[in-house]
């Protein structure tokens, strides 16, 4: 049987609670509000990962990808050994939903895509 390729679909962990040291390094870690009020910014910090991921010529995190749900909202492009995959956004939630479901992928060039949610309650 042969091993799933990480460019093949998201990666996520096997066991959430339980990451290894390779998920660690490729898991998005959110920093936000749990709860936040309609049309009011508030920021987002997120960094890759628990363990910080390298930013070398030859292996690093390419972009960085914010949506709520299905919804894109901001991409960050991130060049090898002068930026860090450390970043803060500002995002302003509007709609009638009274949560969403914050989503932060990021790409490594070697192993792929990795994705990381956080459910944000929607205060009017
Ligand atoms: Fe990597």
């Known amino acids: 049987m042969s091993e799933k390729s990480l460019f093949c679909g998201m990666n996520r962990p096997a066991d959430p609670n339980n990451l290894t040291d390779p998920e660690k390094k490729h898991m998005p870690v959110i920093e936000c509000p749990d709860a936040v009020k309609a049309?009011?910014?508030f920021?987002?910090?997120i960094k890759v990962g628990a363990i910080?991921?390298?930013m070398e010529e030859a292996h690093n995190i390419q972009w960085i990808d914010v949506y709520f749900g299905q919804n894109f909202?901001?991409?960050i492009d991130l060049t090898p050994v002068f930026t860090k995959p450390d970043v803060t956004v500002t995002l302003v939630k509007h709609g009638k939903h009274r949560t969403s479901t914050l989503r932060?992928?990021?790409r490594c060039n070697l192993h792929g895509q990795?994705?990381?949610s956080k459910?944000?309650?929607i205060n009017e």
Do not use: D, L, Q, Y
């Open 52 to 54: 910080p991921h390298v």
């Open 119 to 121: 459910e944000i309650t």
């Open 104 to 106: 932060v992928v990021e």
């Open 73 to 75: 909202n901001v991409r």
């Open 39 to 41: 049309g009011e910014p």
């Open 43 to 45: 920021k987002v910090s």
């Open 114 to 116: 990795w994705e990381t």
